[in-house]
Nanobody, 123 residues
Framework: QVQLVESGGGLVQAGGSLRLSCAAS????????MGWFRQAPGKEREFVAA????????SYADSVKGRFTISRDNTKKTVTLQMNSLKPEDTAVYYC????????????????WGQGTQVTVSS
């Protein structure tokens, strides 16, 4: 019952920063746990970060912990992924997903997905 649209991807040098945004519409955004996933060419989709309904709980993949920060604004119906100290290995298409359970979202993905936004980190 929610539509998601990502934005903010682009080209960045290694060590730089980028902020991704996910805008939601058509559903009760505040009732969904939200997450970010990424998929590099030839590789499986990978969990990146998730945040609960209220923003009280967050979860990060070990590969990005300390560098990436997920946040949400339920009044604006947006989820943000702030990415710092970017590495070439972060290059991927990034997707936001929504699901009622944050645990399930992290483990199997979303019930709803955005179209993805490309992030390319050059060395």
């Amino acid at each position: 019952q929610v539509q998601l649209v990502e934005s903010g991807g682009g080209l960045v040098q290694a060590g730089g920063s980028l902020r991704l945004s996910c805008a939601a519409s058509g559903g009760s955004f505040s009732t969904y746990a939200m997450g970010w996933f990424r998929q590099a060419p030839g590789k499986e989709r990978e969990f990146v970060a998730a945040i609960s309904w209220t923003g009280y709980s967050t979860s990060y993949a070990d590969s990005v912990k300390g560098r990436f920060t997920i946040s949400r604004d339920n009044t604006k119906k947006t989820v943000t992924l702030q990415m710092n100290s970017l590495k070439p290995e972060d290059t991927a298409v990034y997707y936001c997903g929504a699901r009622g359970s944050m645990i399930t979202l992290r483990r199997i993905g979303g019930d709803y997905w955005g179209q993805g936004t490309q992030v390319t980190v050059s060395s």
